[in-house]
């Protein structure tokens, strides 16, 4: 059963000012240490940092859940690429809370936007 969906969209230029302003203490504040080391392992770090950042908000929407940080949000990937949601810690426990099971996540991003959908789900027969 579909509990929620959160879309999100962030213009990349604005997360590169935020990066340019502030700088490490920024991206520290708003991304995991592993997302930070894949952006910038990546061709256009910034689009990448503002599709992870789409997705916290898309997550937050989709979830309904309140009192927790971004950076209890891990955008990562899997072996064949695609993105996916880490539920672990704080997350993890808020969204068993919720009776949200799954998380799907789907990104995307141009040279201006990067936008992220997702869709929470739970209630009996969901597996992860």
Same mark, same amino acid.
């Given at each position: 059963m579909i509990k929620g969906v959160g879309v999100d969209i962030v213009m990349t230029r604005r997360l590169k000012s935020a990066v340019d302003r502030w700088g490490r203490r920024f991206l520290e #504040?708003?991304?995991? $240490?592993?997302? *930070? @080391?894949?952006?910038?392992?990546? @061709? #256009?770090?910034?689009?990448?940092?503002?599709? #992870?950042f789409a997705a916290k908000e898309a997550c937050i929407k989709a979830s309904g859940i309140s009192g927790i940080s971004f950076?209890? *949000?891990?955008? @990562?990937?899997?072996?064949? $690429?695609?993105?996916? *949601?880490?539920?672990?810690?704080?997350?993890?426990?808020?969204l068993a809370e919720s009776g949200i099971e799954i998380l799907h996540l789907s990104l995307s991003h141009e040279e201006e936007y990067a936008v992220a959908m997702v869709v929470a789900e739970g209630g009996v027969g969901a597996s992860s």
């Open positions: #504040r708003v991304f995991t $240490g592993a997302e *930070i @080391a894949a952006c910038y392992e990546r @061709a #256009r770090p910034y689009a990448s940092l503002a599709v #992870r950076r209890d *949000i891990e955008v @990562a990937n899997r072996q064949d $690429g695609s993105p996916l *949601i880490k539920k672990e810690g704080r997350l993890a426990r808020a």
